[in-house]
């Protein structure tokens, strides 16, 4: 039973550049949330997907945007990168349970360096 | 929304000593408590849960019991082993309607000497 799993696993931007990043849940899980964790910090909330719809947001600008597939997987964009983009971004999936406890299933995340 | 305060680290550990790590949330309501572990190089992993005032939870050695009047959930384990080494996370779960997501602390860095 594959876990999350996320690509790319590491890459390198330049300032002003776009990026998109990719997440499967699960096996059986159709919720999936992104966090991005700064060096040395514990994970920040992005969004949340359920159904193809963004359920709720966390504390981020416009510039981060997502998406849900019909499949439950899911995109992050980031556009007009900025330095402090820099960081690791983690995708979580939960199923009909874990949305009612919060227990989410973490992929090994994507490291992302803006330059 | 929620916040939660976690011990600050780093914190090293001969093998078998007692751990603590503090733990102390704001939160609305009642909700779920998780500690969460990131084992170096891994994602993070769910290491143990609480659902209502005062449940424990517990794995592989690890405690922590839901506090309701001190608003706590301390993570303890009696004797640590080198392969305890990672990083803690404490992360209580808010909802709004029907969604919910959890917010994290900082983070322990642990480090297990033989």
């Known amino acids: 039973d594959a876990g999350v799993t996320q690509s790319p696993t590491h890459l390198i931007k330049t300032r002003g550049q776009q990026v998109t990043l990719r997440c499967s849940p699960k096996?059986?899980?159709?919720?999936v949330s992104w966090y991005q964790q700064a060096l040395g910090q514990g994970p920040q909330f992005i969004f949340q997907y359920y159904e193809e719809e963004e359920r709720q947001r966390g504390n981020f600008p416009d510039r981060f945007s997502g998406h849900q597939f019909p499949n439950y997987s899911s995109e992050l964009n980031v556009n007009a990168l900025l330095l402090g983009d820099s960081a690791l971004y983690l995708c979580a999936s939960s199923g009909t349970s874990g949305i009612d406890t919060g227990e989410l299933f973490f992929g090994e995340g994507s490291r992302l360096t803006v330059l | 929304g929620n916040s939660v305060t976690q011990m600050e680290g780093p914190v090293t550990l001969s093998e078998e000593a007692f751990l603590t790590i503090n733990c102390t949330y704001t939160?609305?309501?009642?909700?779920?408590l998780f500690w969460y572990v990131q084992y170096p190089g891994e994602g993070l992993q769910l290491l143990l849960k609480?659902?209502?005032?005062?449940d424990k939870g517990s794995n592989k050695g690890f405690e922590a019991t839901y506090r309701k009047e001190t608003t706590s959930f301390h993570l303890e384990k009696g004797s640590v082993q080198v392969s305890d080494s990672a990083v803690y996370f404490c992360?209580?779960?808010?909802?709004?309607?029907?969604?919910?997501?959890?917010?994290f602390g900082k983070g322990t860095l642990l480090t297990v000497n033989p």
């Open positions: 096996s059986g899980h159709d919720t």
């Open positions: 939160a609305t309501g009642y909700p779920s």
């Open positions: 609480a659902t209502k005032a005062d």
């Open positions: 992360a209580p779960n808010s909802h709004s309607g029907s969604n919910y997501k959890l917010t």
